[in-house]
């Protein structure tokens, strides 16, 4: 049983976490890098992840959806910080960004970013260029 459970919402960010007697654990969502896309809903082990639309008001852009996390669900098992193609939530463990499903490694680790040895592709070859979004 967690010694404490805190929600804290502010403009920008939403805060989930436990503490524990040795522990604390944290999970961030940055609402300015959050699209709603809902990967995180969809991937969440325990369905710890809600998403919540916005209403529209007229005369003002359209917000996208915004994220909601059940406190009491979360395991903080870090799949959705893994998984997050916009890296807008982050799992904590006192305080060091640790995704504990990578380090268990239950979980695959996503490459984000690919190189390209140009000096192995032939001249005329437009391949990578048309996979370039």
Do not use: W
């Amino acid at each position: 049983m967690p010694m404490k459970q805190l929600k804290t919402e502010t403009e920008n960010e939403l805060k989930v976490e436990r503490i524990l007697h040795a522990k604390r654990y944290a999970l961030t969502l940055d609402k300015n890098l959050c699209t709603g896309c809902g990967i995180c809903k969809i991937i969440c082990p325990r369905e710890a992840i809600e998403i919540k639309t916005v209403s529209k008001i007229a005369g003002q852009k359209t917000k996208p959806p915004m994220i909601s996390v059940d406190e009491q669900k979360c395991h903080y098992c870090g799949v959705c910080n893994s998984m997050c193609p916009f890296g807008a939530l982050k799992v904590q463990v006192d305080g060091e960004h640790v995704i504990p499903v990578l380090k268990t490694e239950s979980f695959p680790q996503l490459i984000r970013e690919i190189e390209v040895d140009t000096k192995k592709c032939k001249l005329d070859c437009v391949e990578c260029e048309k996979l370039v979004l």
